[in-house]
T-cell receptor, first 115, second 116 residues
Framework: AQKITQTQPGMFVQEKEAVTLDCTYD???????LFWYKQPSSGEMIFLIY????DQQNATEGRYSLNFQKARKSANLVISASQLGDSAMYFC????????????WGAGTKLIIKP | NAGVTQTPKFRILKIGQSMTLQCAQD?????MYWYRQDPGMGLKLIYY???????DKGEVPNGYNVSRSTTEDFPLRLELAAPSQTSVYFC???????????????FGPGTRLTVL
Protein backbone atom coordinates (compact mmCIF):
# COMPACT_ATOMS: atom_id res chain seq x y z
CA ALA A 1 0.00 0.00 0.00
CA GLN A 2 1.10 3.55 -0.64
CA LYS A 3 2.32 5.54 2.32
CA ILE A 4 3.88 8.92 3.02
CA THR A 5 5.96 9.48 6.16
CA GLN A 6 6.99 12.84 7.55
CA THR A 7 9.09 12.17 10.64
CA GLN A 8 9.45 15.76 11.88
CA PRO A 9 6.29 16.89 13.69
CA GLY A 10 7.81 20.32 14.31
CA MET A 11 10.91 22.35 13.52
CA PHE A 12 12.35 25.67 14.66
CA VAL A 13 14.69 27.43 12.25
CA GLN A 14 16.45 30.78 12.46
CA GLU A 15 15.40 33.32 9.85
CA LYS A 16 17.58 33.32 6.72
CA GLU A 17 18.83 29.81 7.32
CA ALA A 18 18.05 26.98 4.90
CA VAL A 19 15.69 24.28 6.09
CA THR A 20 15.09 20.71 4.95
CA LEU A 21 11.76 19.02 5.57
CA ASP A 22 11.87 15.25 5.32
CA CYS A 23 9.49 13.05 3.36
CA THR A 24 9.78 9.35 2.61
CA TYR A 25 7.30 7.40 0.57
CA ASP A 26 6.42 3.84 -0.18
CA UNK A 27 4.90 2.60 -3.40
CA UNK A 28 5.33 -0.39 -5.65
CA UNK A 29 4.27 1.54 -8.74
CA UNK A 30 7.04 2.80 -11.04
CA UNK A 31 5.03 5.85 -12.09
CA UNK A 32 4.02 8.40 -9.47
CA UNK A 33 4.12 12.07 -8.57
CA LEU A 34 5.26 13.79 -5.41
CA PHE A 35 3.92 17.11 -4.17
CA TRP A 36 4.59 19.57 -1.39
CA TYR A 37 1.90 21.87 -0.05
CA LYS A 38 2.08 24.70 2.47
CA GLN A 39 -0.74 25.38 4.92
CA PRO A 40 -0.35 28.69 6.78
CA SER A 41 -2.32 29.42 9.94
CA SER A 42 -5.07 30.95 7.80
CA GLY A 43 -5.85 27.41 6.66
CA GLU A 44 -5.60 27.44 2.88
CA MET A 45 -3.61 24.74 1.09
CA ILE A 46 -0.98 26.19 -1.22
CA PHE A 47 0.80 24.12 -3.86
CA LEU A 48 4.59 24.56 -3.74
CA ILE A 49 6.39 22.06 -5.93
CA TYR A 50 6.00 18.83 -7.88
CA UNK A 51 8.39 16.00 -8.80
CA UNK A 52 7.56 13.22 -11.23
CA UNK A 53 9.05 9.78 -10.72
CA UNK A 54 10.68 9.87 -14.16
CA ASP A 55 12.03 13.40 -13.90
CA GLN A 56 15.81 13.40 -14.29
CA GLN A 57 16.35 16.72 -12.55
CA ASN A 58 15.32 17.78 -9.07
CA ALA A 59 12.41 20.20 -9.19
CA THR A 60 12.95 23.83 -8.24
CA GLU A 61 10.50 26.71 -7.76
CA GLY A 62 12.07 29.92 -6.54
CA ARG A 63 13.34 29.34 -2.99
CA TYR A 64 11.89 25.83 -2.96
CA SER A 65 13.70 22.79 -4.25
CA LEU A 66 12.99 19.12 -3.95
CA ASN A 67 15.83 16.74 -3.08
CA PHE A 68 14.57 13.63 -4.86
CA GLN A 69 16.43 10.40 -4.06
CA LYS A 70 14.51 7.70 -5.86
CA ALA A 71 16.51 4.73 -4.59
CA ARG A 72 15.96 5.87 -1.01
CA LYS A 73 12.32 6.77 -1.72
CA SER A 74 12.76 10.21 -0.27
CA ALA A 75 11.53 13.58 -1.51
CA ASN A 76 12.76 16.22 0.92
CA LEU A 77 11.73 19.85 0.55
CA VAL A 78 14.51 22.40 0.84
CA ILE A 79 13.66 26.04 1.55
CA SER A 80 16.58 28.38 1.04
CA ALA A 81 16.98 31.65 2.95
CA SER A 82 13.95 31.10 5.17
CA GLN A 83 11.59 33.98 5.90
CA LEU A 84 9.14 34.64 8.72
CA GLY A 85 6.32 34.08 6.25
CA ASP A 86 7.50 30.50 5.75
CA SER A 87 6.11 29.59 9.17
CA ALA A 88 3.36 27.08 8.39
CA MET A 89 2.45 23.42 8.20
CA TYR A 90 4.06 21.61 5.28
CA PHE A 91 2.56 18.50 3.77
CA CYS A 92 4.15 15.96 1.46
CA UNK A 93 1.77 14.03 -0.79
CA UNK A 94 2.04 11.32 -3.40
CA UNK A 95 -0.14 10.43 -6.32
CA UNK A 96 -0.25 7.14 -8.12
CA UNK A 97 -0.60 8.13 -11.74
CA UNK A 98 -2.01 4.79 -12.82
CA UNK A 99 -4.42 4.47 -9.93
CA UNK A 100 -7.47 6.43 -8.99
CA UNK A 101 -5.56 9.69 -8.84
CA UNK A 102 -6.10 10.40 -5.19
CA UNK A 103 -3.35 12.09 -3.22
CA UNK A 104 -1.92 10.20 -0.27
CA TRP A 105 -0.87 12.68 2.44
CA GLY A 106 1.74 12.72 5.14
CA ALA A 107 0.90 13.97 8.64
CA GLY A 108 2.76 17.23 8.06
CA THR A 109 5.60 19.19 9.64
CA LYS A 110 5.01 22.41 11.55
CA LEU A 111 7.78 24.85 10.67
CA ILE A 112 8.38 27.91 12.81
CA ILE A 113 10.87 30.53 11.65
CA LYS A 114 12.47 32.48 14.49
CA PRO A 115 13.47 36.13 13.95
CA ASN B 1 -10.11 34.02 -12.28
CA ALA B 2 -11.41 32.96 -8.85
CA GLY B 3 -9.90 29.44 -8.87
CA VAL B 4 -11.71 27.12 -6.45
CA THR B 5 -14.37 28.68 -4.26
CA GLN B 6 -16.17 27.13 -1.32
CA THR B 7 -19.18 28.20 0.69
CA PRO B 8 -19.83 28.57 3.54
CA LYS B 9 -16.56 29.33 5.32
CA PHE B 10 -17.90 28.28 8.71
CA ARG B 11 -20.94 26.33 9.86
CA ILE B 12 -22.26 24.87 13.08
CA LEU B 13 -24.72 21.99 12.78
CA LYS B 14 -26.73 20.12 15.34
CA ILE B 15 -26.59 16.33 15.42
CA GLY B 16 -28.93 14.89 12.81
CA GLN B 17 -29.12 18.01 10.65
CA SER B 18 -28.15 17.98 6.99
CA MET B 19 -26.34 20.46 4.83
CA THR B 20 -24.62 20.91 1.50
CA LEU B 21 -21.13 22.29 1.12
CA GLN B 22 -20.74 24.11 -2.15
CA CYS B 23 -17.66 24.01 -4.37
CA ALA B 24 -17.08 25.65 -7.72
CA GLN B 25 -14.08 26.06 -9.99
CA ASP B 26 -13.62 28.26 -13.02
CA UNK B 27 -10.44 26.70 -14.40
CA UNK B 28 -12.24 24.15 -16.63
CA UNK B 29 -10.66 21.33 -14.64
CA UNK B 30 -12.08 17.88 -15.29
CA UNK B 31 -11.17 16.38 -11.91
CA MET B 32 -12.64 17.53 -8.61
CA TYR B 33 -12.16 16.24 -5.07
CA TRP B 34 -13.47 16.56 -1.55
CA TYR B 35 -11.11 16.09 1.39
CA ARG B 36 -11.52 16.39 5.11
CA GLN B 37 -8.77 17.45 7.48
CA ASP B 38 -9.06 16.57 11.14
CA PRO B 39 -7.00 18.55 13.68
CA GLY B 40 -3.26 17.87 13.44
CA MET B 41 -3.70 15.47 10.55
CA GLY B 42 -3.21 15.30 6.82
CA LEU B 43 -6.07 15.22 4.37
CA LYS B 44 -8.31 12.26 3.66
CA LEU B 45 -10.22 11.88 0.41
CA ILE B 46 -13.99 11.64 0.74
CA TYR B 47 -15.16 11.57 -2.89
CA TYR B 48 -13.78 12.52 -6.24
CA UNK B 49 -15.06 13.08 -9.76
CA UNK B 50 -13.31 12.65 -13.09
CA UNK B 51 -15.91 14.58 -15.03
CA UNK B 52 -19.55 15.67 -15.09
CA UNK B 53 -21.82 12.78 -14.19
CA UNK B 54 -18.99 10.59 -12.84
CA UNK B 55 -18.17 10.28 -9.16
CA ASP B 56 -16.41 7.71 -7.02
CA LYS B 57 -15.68 7.03 -3.37
CA GLY B 58 -12.43 7.91 -1.70
CA GLU B 59 -11.00 6.74 1.58
CA VAL B 60 -13.74 8.01 3.95
CA PRO B 61 -17.09 8.29 2.07
CA ASN B 62 -19.50 7.15 4.79
CA GLY B 63 -22.00 9.82 5.79
CA TYR B 64 -21.49 11.89 2.63
CA ASN B 65 -22.87 12.11 -0.87
CA VAL B 66 -21.80 14.03 -3.95
CA SER B 67 -23.07 14.88 -7.38
CA ARG B 68 -21.44 16.45 -10.42
CA SER B 69 -23.97 17.76 -12.89
CA THR B 70 -21.62 20.35 -14.41
CA THR B 71 -17.89 20.67 -14.91
CA GLU B 72 -17.77 23.66 -12.58
CA ASP B 73 -19.70 22.48 -9.51
CA PHE B 74 -19.14 19.63 -7.08
CA PRO B 75 -21.36 19.90 -3.98
CA LEU B 76 -20.87 17.67 -0.94
CA ARG B 77 -23.95 16.61 0.99
CA LEU B 78 -23.87 15.67 4.66
CA GLU B 79 -26.89 13.69 5.79
CA LEU B 80 -27.64 13.18 9.49
CA ALA B 81 -24.62 15.08 10.79
CA ALA B 82 -22.60 13.43 13.55
CA PRO B 83 -19.90 14.86 15.87
CA SER B 84 -17.35 12.68 14.04
CA GLN B 85 -17.92 14.86 10.98
CA THR B 86 -16.51 17.91 12.75
CA SER B 87 -13.61 18.82 10.51
CA VAL B 88 -12.30 21.22 7.90
CA TYR B 89 -13.49 20.33 4.42
CA PHE B 90 -11.44 21.16 1.36
CA CYS B 91 -12.53 21.03 -2.23
CA UNK B 92 -9.85 20.74 -4.90
CA UNK B 93 -9.66 20.51 -8.67
CA UNK B 94 -7.11 19.49 -11.28
CA UNK B 95 -6.77 18.96 -14.98
CA UNK B 96 -5.75 15.54 -16.15
CA UNK B 97 -4.74 15.21 -19.78
CA UNK B 98 -4.66 11.44 -19.52
CA UNK B 99 -1.05 11.33 -20.71
CA UNK B 100 0.25 9.93 -17.43
CA UNK B 101 1.54 13.22 -16.06
CA UNK B 102 0.55 13.78 -12.46
CA UNK B 103 -1.60 16.88 -12.39
CA UNK B 104 -1.49 19.43 -9.60
CA UNK B 105 -4.52 19.80 -7.37
CA UNK B 106 -5.58 23.31 -6.46
CA PHE B 107 -7.53 23.85 -3.30
CA GLY B 108 -10.35 26.05 -2.15
CA PRO B 109 -10.12 27.97 1.14
CA GLY B 110 -11.95 25.30 3.13
CA THR B 111 -15.14 25.06 5.18
CA ARG B 112 -14.83 24.69 8.95
CA LEU B 113 -17.74 22.52 10.15
CA THR B 114 -18.63 21.85 13.76
CA VAL B 115 -21.32 19.33 14.71
CA LEU B 116 -22.68 19.70 18.24
Amino acid sequence: AQKITQTQPGMFVQEKEAVTLDCTYDTSDPSYGLFWYKQPSSGEMIFLIYQGSYDQQNATEGRYSLNFQKARKSANLVISASQLGDSAMYFCAMRDIRGNYQLIWGAGTKLIIKP
Amino acid sequence: NAGVTQTPKFRILKIGQSMTLQCAQDMNHNYMYWYRQDPGMGLKLIYYSVGAGITDKGEVPNGYNVSRSTTEDFPLRLELAAPSQTSVYFCASSYSSGTGEADTQYFGPGTRLTVL
